[in-house]
């Protein structure tokens, strides 16, 4: 098994971004893809929640011979995929396969991306508040000075801003999404003070409270113990039944082969994408890993 097998650059557990997830998607508001920056205009108009039904003709997200790198180093090459909307799709591979660059790359969280990135059918800067992103546990600051209450209630700054105070609508949003990943009786809890799979459903509540139509998260089961992982599994299996998609970098083979609808799996670049028992095969295993990893078996 080569679980572990490495790629010449190391990004799936890098942490260069690792600031508040909300600062981050702050920071990118002006992050732009070489490919379609003449195309990247604010539009302001675009105001929409998930409660009206999103546009399921366009996918999730489509890449078009996007690549990335760190220190000059290329990660990901020459990277098409098309993720479609709706459905719980898994980005898999071995250490360092480029997964959580992939994602973070055409959320603009990587520096040095070329090619073409789309988000439900638009540039991030056209659906912005209509992505969600939940970064790696281990990628907040964990000192951070604020409570489980405040980092949900991030989840409606793309609607109000950072500086607007909160209506009573968004009080609602907040209380309704803390209630449904219970965590309700942590809202005072200093985020440093939760564990890490309560931090965990802390942040997938702050997605939740945005009512985004697509919510990305990078190993959202990373420290978690089994009860947690399959509550937060069922949840997301509901917002896809609601319409909302849902993009996961994971490692558990197994779980991705009887749990998702969808996967894409990364070696550098593309191996595979489309219904787990299609992606995960042993001669897709043997490309991407070495050998079929026992996981898998």
């Not at 209509?130 to 000075?145: C, E, I, L, T």
Request: hydrophobic content about 45%.
């Amino acid at each position: 098994m080569t679980a572990d097998a490495r790629f010449p650059a190391e990004a799936d557990n890098d942490t260069a971004d690792a600031r508040f997830p909300a600062e981050a998607e702050e920071r990118t508001a002006d992050a732009r893809f070489p490919a379609e920056a003449a195309h990247d205009t604010a539009d302001a108009s675009d105001t929409r929640f998930h409660s009206e039904a999103p546009d399921m003709t366009e996918p999730a997200l489509r890449l078009e011979g996007m690549s990335a790198s760190y220190g000059g180093r290329p990660v990901l090459t020459g990277v098409d995929v098309e993720i479609p909307a709706g459905v719980l799709s898994a980005v898999v591979g071995p250490n360092g396969a480029g997964k959580s660059t992939m994602v973070k790359a055409a959320l603009g969280l990587v520096p040095s991306v070329r090619g073409t990135v789309r988000w439900l059918g638009r540039p991030l800067r056209r659906v912005r508040k209509r992505v969600a992103y939940v970064p790696q546990s281990d990628a907040v600051a964990k000192d951070f000075p604020i409570t489980a209450v405040q980092v949900v209630e991030m989840g409606r700054y793309p609607h109000r801003g950072w500086l607007r105070r909160l209506t009573a609508e968004d009080d609602e949003c907040v209380a309704a999404a803390m209630q449904q990943v219970g965590v309700t009786e942590l809202a005072d809890r200093p985020i440093d003070e939760l564990s890490g799979g309560q931090r965990q459903r802390v942040f997938l509540a702050r997605a939740l409270a945005q009512r985004a139509d697509l919510i990305v998260l990078d190993e959202p089961f990373t420290a978690v113990d089994a009860r947690t992982e399959a509550a937060l599994l069922e949840i997301l299996t509901g917002l896809c039944r609601d319409g909302v998609s849902v993009i996961a970098v994971h490692h558990d083979l197994r779980d991705v082969r009887d749990r998702f609808d969808h996967a894409v799996l990364l070696a550098g670049t593309v191996v595979a994408a489309g219904a787990p028992a299609d992606v995960l095969t042993p001669e897709h295993l043997e490309r991407a890993y070495g050998m079929a990893p026992l996981a898998a078996r």
